[in-house]
């Protein structure tokens, strides 16, 4: 059987990671990232196709007459076509919440960091502004306590329920809105108007289709409370840049974090890149290497239970 790897680069840093492990499972093409042309040579014979963000489309599997099961190392599959898949009779696989503590965890990181302006503060004293101070404490950049802030959350799948467990370690009121509403102690589902309009924190945790694409639009950030801080982790579709890059600069925001883009990587015309008060990450959240190593397991162990005639974690049933 032969396993083609569409964008091993997506996967490591600086090679810290062994793929070696799908080899138990056939003959394993290593690439470290391919497209158009290129993505549809190096899957022409491949039974499986294991990818991170490669699109995976109708054209790449016209052309992969062999192809039975692709593989995912993401939660997130909008960068295959699903339906068409099912069609072929093709089985798609994702690695569902094997980054839930990470993506919670930046996430606290970027909350934490502007509340208490720890950067501004850092910086501050390596430019020798604590030695030329005039009293032992710096006040220079206003901080927050988050006990009793409202942090309102988009979605509330895993990594949702995680940031909403913190949240209420921090005594924060927690709202919620989701398609799918269910039990959580501590949290209040709520419309996303009310959402908006009560939260100091908007923190996006849903992904990316038809109804969610560009719900963080002009008329969303306009509902939102004045100095509201808004996260973004989910996938860049969801947002609408300039409207966001300008709610920035009017000063209706006080501030943004932002792990993911609509364009990847950022494209040199990004409206957000010289936005007022805002934190771009790379898409960086997912990545610690305990988490990677986590994700390496969840995708060998999807092909395992394929191949035994037991599929799960599939998105196209």
Known sequence: MKIVLTDCATLLSNNDLDL????QFGK?????????????DATRDADMILCNKSLINKEVMDNAKKLKYIGLFATGYNNIDTEYAKE?????????????DAVAQQTFAYILNHYSAIEKYDTLVKQGGWIT??????????????AGKTIGIIGFGSIGQKVAKIALAFDMRVLCFTRTKRGAEGVTFVDLDTLLGESDIITAHCPLNEQSKKMFNREAF????????FINTARGGI??????ADSLNEGHLSGAAIDVLETEPMSKDCPLINAKNITITPHTAWAPLATRQRLMGIVADNISAFLEGKPKNVVNK
């Open 20 to 23: 070696t492990v799908f080899e």
């Open 28 to 40: 394993v093409e290593y690439n470290e990232g391919v497209s158009g042309k290129a993505l549809i």
């Open 88 to 100: 072929r009779g093709i089985t798609v696989c994702n690695a569902g919440s094997y980054s839930t």
């Open 133 to 146: 101070a005039p009293t032992f404490s710096m006040l220079r950049y206003p901080t927050d306590e988050l």
């Open 222 to 229: 306009s509902k939102m409370k004045k100095g509201s801080y």
């Open 239 to 244: 947002l609408d840049e300039q409207a966001l």
